[in-house]
């Protein structure tokens, strides 16, 4: 079993020693574009016309859209390729259609990735990057919110049959006039009833309604909680390792970004907001618009797919944030489509209109840099309502990532960048120096004091400290857990703690031999007497390592995280690996009158002690 553990400890620590090597990244820039493999072989082609050979060529699907690594062996290397690809790729600077990023990737060999040993993740402080700090606009949240619910108000008293003067917005109050105060009172009963996120109170011949504190909370957290989600999704495309994407306070957010050493096109990526809008197709339009055809007032020109024109009008019939779900399907056809359902207030505009073109096509917009792209064009074969399917041309896999571009909908609420930090690699590094510095001089210190103290058994415990600590770092390279600096110092907390174990066992022998037990017998009750107090003082460090987990953030996590890995790798190394030696090197033998543990005082003996048994 320690032969086994050994190995495998090996085998999961040995990619930590290989470091990085510098890279470049190919990822789609518009959410309509996907890069397969195909493209992977479209940029081997250009890399071999510019005498450019990678170290490794790598895909990795990442959402609705992969993306393309190549290694190299130098950074002048990555920083040509990235130029050549960049010109290869973009031909259109303005219009760039692929994201050309420079990246870090692991440099372990391929026996070794085959065997799904890799390395762990580095933090910021470790391996270098970019720190965003963003700030949300809540009041642009809260109006967003407001204005929908003026929509839902309008339809509701429309559907009563109440007539109003007006539904005004005035800061956060929402203000429904009247002519009268009968219809005031009965429009206040209803719009209570149903939007329940707003208090009304009579004003006169009107009536306000103002957000409840609750509801008014509720609408910022799913503010915050919507821009991380989609985040994530933007932060896919650079295929950074391990991201850190998480709310701080009530309106910001903290993005940490290790690796990243393109800090202009990481804040390209996460300023990228996009929007969807249906819109009705314009009839009176030619059916293929050339660029400088004339196009009829009040519509717009899109581009749909491979470039084909399409003529919409600008009424928008609703938005993304009305989407409350997308997923593929099969109509009754058993052809590929996609199910859309929308909230109340999307569903009775789409039902009103839909009443009035069946027959007509709609289109969906994807906007993306104040660029719109139509996703799709359907036939309205009958009146809508909150359900309702896209069926076309598509194929199953074409219809999945329409559902994916659907769902992703868009950012709830503004953000801006307020605060930004770039470690280079350089500082990385020297953090990294510094940190093993700090391990490797601890354990150097303990390994003297306790072969210089316990002798033999002292030699015999470095080997099980030694053995902790490649168990330590195989199981977070397993796990591909983040190592940052607070990590690296519970590493050395670790050892520290994971050396009283064996304290205690050679301790405990002592006492045995100096009781006047045989070695023999000296050692197993030792072990044994001992096993019950490591596993107290072990325990009770747990649960405070688990509390830190539980209730710590950030790089308290971290700390918690290798503290409490290194507590469990302690026991095992300082009780079962180093019982192992010792018997290994003294089980042998059946007569045996001595053990090097040290020196011994008995009772009654002189000054100068005695050397033990």
Known sequence: MILVALAIGITYTLPNFFGEAPAVQVSSAKATVKVDLAMQKQIEQVLAQNNLQPDGMFFDLNGQSGSVKARFKTPDEQ???KDVLTRALNPDPND????????????????LTAMHALPMYLGLDLR?????LLQVDMKGAVDKKLDSLAGDARTLLRDKGIRHGGIDRDGDRLTVRFNNADDATKARGILADNLRELAFSPDGNNISGVFTDAARKAVQDAAVKQNITTLHNRVNELGVAEPVIQQQGADRI??????????????????????????????????????????????????QGNGAPVVLKKQVIFTGDRIESASAGFDQNQRASVNIKLDAQGGRVLRDVSRENIGKPMGIVLFEKGKGEVLTVATIQSELGSSFQITGSYSTEAANDLALLLRAGSLAAPMEIIEERTIGPSLGADNIKKGF??????????AVFMM?????????SVAALAINLLLLVAVLSML????????????????????????LINERIREELRAGASPQMAIAVGFDRAWATILDSNVTTLIAGLALLAFGSGPVRGFA???????????????FFNRGLVNLWYGRKKKLQSVAIGQIWKPGSDSQGTVAK
Not at 437 to 446: Q, R
Not at 481 to 500: E, F, K, N, R, S
Not at 564 to 575: E, K, N, P
């Open 437 to 446: 510095d700090s391990v490797a001089y601890g354990f150097g210190a303990i």
């Open 254 to 303: 903290v993005v940490q970004l290790p690796g990243v050493q393109d800090t202009a096109k990481a804040k390209d990526i996460i300023g990228r907001t996009a929007t969807l809008e249906a819109r009705l197709a314009d009839p009176d339009a030619p059916r293929n618009p050339r660029p400088g055809d004339p196009i009829p007032f009040g519509s717009e020109l899109f581009t």
């Open 128 to 132: 270098g990057g970019v720190h965003f």
């Open 561 to 575: 995280v290798v503290h409490c890995l290194g507590i469990m790798t302690s026991m095992f190394s300082a009780v």
């Open 79 to 81: 920083l040509k390729a």
């Open 480 to 503: 591909q857990a983040t190592l940052t600096l607070p990590g690296i110092a519970a590493i050395a907390l670790v050892l520290g703690m994971a050396i009283d174990a064996n304290v």
């Open 96 to 111: 760039a259609t692929y994201v050309v990023a420079l990246n870090l990737l692991s440099g372990s060999p391929r026996w």
């Open 452 to 460: 210089l103290y316990y002798m033999l058994f002292g030699v015999f």
